[in-house]
C-alpha cells in the first residue's frame, strides 16, 4: 500500500528541505509554526515526545513536525497534540496507518513494516505499547511507567 496520497499533501520540495536541515543540525525532531521553531531536540528515542505533552497540553495545533523516525507510538501523540503535518525519514506501517485515520498529512523518505528496538531483536517497546493502549492519554502513562521501570530510555 502506498502512503504517498496523504489526505491533503506536502509540497515535496519544502519537505525535502525540512529533512535535509534536520541533518545539517543534527536535530532529531523539530516542531515549526509558521515557520518559526517551537521546539528543537537531539535526543532519540521516546523522550523528546513527551517532552512536547508537558510543554504543549493544549496541544500544537497548526504546527509542523519534522522528525527523523516515526512509528505507531509517536503518530499517536502527534494526534492528541493535533498537529498540522508530519515530515519524517522513516515511518512504519502503523505510524502511516494512524495519520490517515487521523487525517494529518504526512510526508516521509522509507516505509518499513515496524520500528525496531535499539538492538534489533524486536519491535521497539514504545510500539508494543502503542499497539496495546490506543487512548494517547493513557498510552503516555504506559510509557512513563515503562521508563521508570527500565523499559528504555534514557541513553542519548
Known amino acids: 500500500m502506498s502512503y504517498k496520497n496523504t489526505p491533503v499533501l506536502i509540497n515535496p520540495a519544502r519537505a525535502k528541505k525540512l529533512l535535509q536541515q534536520l541533518s545539517r543540525t543534527n536535530a532529531r525532531l523539530v516542531v515549526l509554526k509558521t515557520d518559526n521553531i517551537l521546539f528543537v531536540s537531539t535526543e532519540n528515542s521516546i523522550i523528546p515526545l513527551l ?5 504543549f497540553p493544549a496541544g500544537l ?3 509542523t ?3 527523523m523516525i516515526v512509528g505507531g507510538c509517536a503518530a499517536t501523540i502527534f ?4 498537529v498540522k503535518e508530519v515530515i519524517t525519514r522513516i515511518i512504519s506501517a502503523d505510524g502511516a496507518t494512524r495519520f490517515h485515520q487521523a487525517q494529518i498529512p504526512f510526508y516521509y523518505e522509507n516505509l518499513v513494516p515496524e520500528i525496531r528496538n535499539r538492538t534489533d531483536t524486536g519491535i521497539c517497546p514504545f ?3 502503542a499497539r496495546k493502549y490506543s487512548d494517547p492519554t493513557e ?3 504506559r510509557i512513563r511507567e515503562q521508563i521508570k521501570t527500565g523499559g528504555h530510555p534514557p541513553s542519548r
Open 139 to 141: 498510552l503516555i502513562v
Open 79 to 82: 494526534s492528541h497534540l493535533k
Open 51 to 55: 517532552r512536547l505533552t508537558e510543554l
Open 65 to 67: 513536525i519534522v522528525d
Open 61 to 63: 495545533n497548526g504546527a
Open 127 to 129: 510500539e508494543q505499547l
